[in-house]
Every structure is written in structure tokens, then in C-alpha cells.
């Protein structure tokens, strides 16, 4: 069985934990929701369905719902036809807009519009100056709130399974614009804050409690964020956390890479296709291209990171390690650049690299001698035995071979000097006994016997003059040997007359 979390989108009932079986389905959860959900005194009506989601769909009756660690549930009337519904907050209670003016906020969301292009409609419809003080606000979903991306595609929010939005209207300035890596977003500080005044910290809290949590699609979010990760700068120069910070400022934040990565992956779907890749020229999201490449570039990139990883692929190939460079500029990538971009085999084949030429330049640094180890380690030049701390292999420092056991190195020179004695002996002994049959050039040995050589080439020579055994024409042997050879053949010269 697991445990799963019953959420309404509409935030009237629940949340209602559970233990459920892994093979339950949906349809078995109807009844149970409608028994949780209705007043005594006011029994829910039979025309009121229940319908559940998970992952940014509706799910089938048959779906299983083990699968989903939240499954979200709303309660629908006949008349409920899935419309956006406009609602102005301003007086803190939700006043109706006019229908033509709600008309054209649903065509502007249809159309897709983004948060920031809503807030300039609004504005202008209602005579306000200043687009930055309108509030977007999701009112019912998996993601209540504000809509604080001003480059974030309304009509995307569906996913959120949300249809009501508000607005509200901030006073003049009491806002700060955060300018992010792919567009900026807006923190409108309530009331308290308003009073005393913005400091960097309040605004670094706020980012982790509410404007970078969950902004990933499934509502599954992986950043595992904590507000003394951000940094906030302004005029290129860091923040301090209790610095003030003036109503209606703009200050930039950065996040550390690995952070900003998950951001830009959760965030993706919420950005509009407005970018160009100049190598591969496939339109991108502004998250799917890198924020910078190498530390030192000065410009703005163009390539994707997907092309910046084929790039480094291939630039390992063609130039050493520490000499890859940025595809649009000069500067050269360091080592966490390389981290961020390159495909993890391609990292992982670049970190060995440069971990081999940082040992190397470490004094005492021996490497295991093993050839199935990578292992290496400092070790103490004064002994001549070194034992390996991850296969546990010794190695013979002095001879650099595997450990002579039961030998000092002095013990197995000895009796390795004695051996190759033994050997050269054998070896002058051997080139004595053997000689090279004149035909195939095969060493052929001659311990005793006759001299007389039958190769298995099918040659024969006499062993000590080298002169070819012949036959004449009946078919007789007979050896013609040479001048000072001890053998002789007194009838070469009958059978084979010159
Ligand atoms: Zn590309
Ligand atoms: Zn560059
Ligand atoms: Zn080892
Ligand atoms: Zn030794
Ligand atoms: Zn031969
Ligand atoms: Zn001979």
C-alpha cells in the first residue's frame, strides 16, 4: 500500500491523507470524497461529479491511483463548463468584472499572452500608470498564489488545472522588481512589510517560501531550495541580507548553478519559444539556452545547451583538456563550466583529465599498479612497499611490479641475477645447438645424432657445412659438402659427375 495525498483545487475540503493499495482505482475514490465532502445539513446534490487529476491531466475512472503521491480532485456541477472566471480583489473581496473587459482577458490568455502583457492590459483598462502594480493571482489549482513571472504564458497554467484568476492592484511603488536569468519577476510585499520596510532577506525568504516553489509542471518540484542560497546584487554588486531595499527597485538574483539548472528545467514550460540557436537554428525556450558559457564571456549566448554539449563532445577530441574554449568567443571553459554543460560522459572523461594532471603534479603521488584499479594515492617515499587503499594490492615501489612476497628487494635481486645467469647460460647453450635451416630459415636444434637434417620444411642440409642433401636422376642421396666440413660423401662425385 502507499500513502497519497487527496487535494481539492477549489481549497474548500481537505487535504485528506490516505493509505491506499497500489492497485486502487480512481472510480474507488468518488464515493469516499463525495461522504467527506458533504454537510450534514446540506447533502452534496446526485448531479455533482467528482473528477481527479495528477500529472497535468484528468485521469480515467481506471487509472490507478497508487501511482500519484498528490492526486488533486474538484467537484463539478452540470452547469461547471471548465471558463476562466475574472475576479477583482481590490477591496479584499472577490467584486465581478465587467463581461466585455472578462472577455478580452480570456482572448489575451487564449492567445497567449504572458503574465507581464496581462498586467499592461489590466493597467490600461483600468487608467493605471504603472503595469508593475497590477497582481495576477491563481485562485484555485495546485499552485494558489500569485503569478509572479512576467514572462510566464498564462493560457500554460491549465496545467496547474487553474481557471480563476484575480487581480489586484499594489500601492504606487511598493513593489521590487527581481530581475532573473530568463526574465523578471515581481514581489509585492503585504501590508506588514509595507509598513517597515524591505530588506534583502524578506525578499530572499519570500523567494523560497513562494516564488520559486513549485513552479515545475507536474507540481513535483526537485529544487531543494533554502533562501541563503540566492543572492541578490544590484549595479553588479552583492547585496547584504539586512541591506533596505527602496520600494520600486530592481535588483538582479542569481542562484548557484546547479540550482539555476533545476529552475530552468521546471520552469521551462512556463516560457514562450523566443530564442534562436545560431547552430543547430531550432527556435528555444530562454532556459534552454545557457545563461553564460565560460565565466570570463562577455556576451550573451546564442547557442543552446544542447549544442554547447556537442560542442565540449567534440572539442575533447580535438584539443587537450584545460585548452576547450567557448563556441562564440575566446574565453576558455573552466572546470565548472565544463561540469555544467558537457553530457556526463563526456564530464566524466574530462574530470579524470584534469584529476590525473592535478595528482601528477603532487609530489609522492603513485598510482596503483593494478591494471583492473584506478586508485592512487601519496605515499611514503621512504618505504618500498605501497598498499593500494581501494583494491588492496602491494606493489613494490623500488622494482615498480607487483610486491615480491617473503622478499626483501634485495633478497629478489639476488636471486634474480642468479636466475638471469642461469638464463644467459641456457640462452649461449641454445644458440650453440641451433641452426637455421638454409631454406625456410626455421631454427632447428641438434642435440646429438646424425648430421645429416631433414627440416620439417622438407629440406635437407648437412647440420655442420649447411650444403644441400640432393638426388640424381635413379633417385640417390648424396650431399656435396663443403670445403673443411668433417663430413664427406666419397659418392657425390660418381652419382652426380659435374
Ligand atoms: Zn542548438
Ligand atoms: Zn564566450
Ligand atoms: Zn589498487
Ligand atoms: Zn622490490
Ligand atoms: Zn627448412
Ligand atoms: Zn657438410
Not at 609522492?364 to 618505504?383: A, K, V
Amino acid at each position: 500500500s502507499v500513502k497519497i495525498t487527496l487535494q481539492d483545487l477549489d481549497r474548500r475540503h481537505g487535504p485528506y491523507y490516505l493509505t491506499v493499495k497500489r492497485g486502487i482505482e480512481v472510480v474507488r475514490l468518488d464515493s469516499w470524497v463525495k461522504d467527506r465532502c458533504q454537510d450534514l445539513d446540506r447533502p452534496l446534490s446526485d448531479s455533482v461529479r467528482v473528477r481527479f487529476f495528477a500529472d497535468a491531466r484528468e485521469l480515467g475512472r481506471h487509472d490507478l491511483v497508487g501511482f500519484y503521491p498528490v492526486v488533486w480532485f474538484r467537484l463539478v456541477t452540470p452547469r461547471d463548463n471548465d471558463t476562466w472566471k475574472f475576479t477583482d480583489l481590490r477591496d479584499d473581496t472577490d467584486g465581478r468584472l465587467d463581461t466585455p473587459f472578462a472577455d478580452e482577458m480570456t482572448r489575451c490568455i487564449e492567445t497567449g499572452s504572458t503574465v507581464g502583457q496581462l498586467r499592461k492590459l489590466v493597467a490600461q483598462h483600468m487608467d493605471i500608470h504603472d503595469s508593475n502594480r497590477i497582481i495576477i493571482i491563481a485562485r484555485d489549482g495546485a499552485r494558489v498564489g500569485s503569478l509572479q513571472g512576467d514572462m510566464w504564458e498564462l493560457r500554460q497554467i491549465r496545467s496547474w488545472f487553474c481557471r480563476w484568476v484575480s487581480i489586484d492592484v499594489s500601492p504606487p511603488r511598493s513593489y521590487v522588481v527581481l530581475d532573473g536569468p530568463w526574465g523578471q519577476y515581481l514581489f509585492h510585499p503585504s501590508k506588514e512589510y509595507q509598513a517597515n520596510g524591505v530588506v534583502v532577506r524578506d525578499v530572499k525568504m519570500w523567494m523560497e517560501m513562494c516564488l520559486l516553489r513549485d513552479v515545475d509542471r507536474l507540481h513535483n518540484s526537485k529544487l531543494r531550495l533554502k533562501w541563503s542560497h540566492i543572492t541578490l546584487t544590484s549595479r553588479g554588486g552583492r547585496l547584504s541580507n539586512f541591506s533596505p531595499i527602496s520600494p520600486g527597485a530592481k535588483v538582479g538574483f542569481e542562484l548557484p548553478w546547479y540550482l539555476e539548472d533545476v529552475l530552468a528545467a521546471e520552469e521551462s514550460w512556463l516560457l514562450h519559444v523566443s530564442e534562436t540557436c545560431t547552430v543547430c537554428t531550432d527556435d528555444k525556450r530562454p532556459t534552454e539556452l545557457p545563461v553564460q558559457i565560460a565565466s570570463g564571456c562577455k556576451h550573451k549566448p546564442t547557442t543552446c545547451r544542447e549544442c554547447l554539449g556537442q560542442w565540449i563532445h567534440s572539442s575533447l577530441d580535438t584539443s587537450t583538456w584545460d585548452r576547450l574554449k567557448c563556441p562564440e568567443c575566446p574565453e576558455l571553459l573552466e572546470f565548472n563550466d565544463v561540469r555544467r554543460y558537457a553530457p556526463k560522459h563526456d564530464f566524466d572523461r574530462y574530470d579524470a583529465l584534469a584529476t590525473r594532471a592535478a595528482l601528477k603534479s603532487i609530489p609522492n603521488f603513485r598510482w596503483c599498479l593494478s591494471t583492473s584499479c584506478e586508485s592512487g594515492q601519496i605515499h611514503d617515499p621512504t618505504c618500498r612497499k605501497f598498499k593500494c587503499i581501494a583494491c588492496k594490492a602491494k606493489h613494490c615501489v623500488y622494482h615498480d611490479m607487483p610486491w615480491h612476497s617473503r622478499e626483501t628487494c634485495e633478497e629478489y635481486d639476488h636471486r634474480n641475477r642468479r636466475r638471469r645467469k642461469d638464463e644467459k647460460a641456457s640462452e649461449d647453450m641454445i644458440k650453440k645447438t641451433t641452426k637455421v635451416c638454409p631454406e625456410c630459415k626455421k631454427p632447428v636444434h641438434k642435440w646429438s645424432g646424425c648430421n645429416h637434417i631433414t627440416c620439417v620444411c622438407g629440406h635437407e642440409w648437412c647440420y655442420i657445412c649447411l650444403a644441400p642433401y640432393r638426388r640424381n636422376q635413379h633417385g640417390f642421396l648424396y650431399c656435396r659438402h663443403n670445403a673443411g666440413c668433417s663430413e664427406t660423401d666419397p659418392f657425390a662425385d660418381i652419382v652426380d659427375p659435374e
